[in-house]
């Protein structure tokens, strides 16, 4: 079980080892493994979800995980 801020989560797509939720806010937030940086963030692995920063006028509106 995992904390995200409350907030409808829309998707959840997950990779081997990493997995990614997208809010209804157009927030992501990352957790597990990001040994290949596929989450862009620090450090290698983040065992609670951590949000992933567009930029100030960005949302996003689908996500999907892969491999690595």
Do not use: H, M
């Amino acid at each position: 079980r995992v904390k995200l801020p409350k907030c409808p989560v829309i998707k959840l797509s997950a990779g081997d080892n990493f997995t990614i939720a997208l809010l209804a806010s157009g927030e992501i937030y990352g957790w597990g493994s990001n040994e290949n940086n596929q989450l862009k963030l620090d450090p290698n692995y983040l065992v609670d979800p951590t949000l992933i920063k567009l930029g100030s006028k960005l949302c996003a509106i689908d996500v999907t995980a892969f491999a690595n």
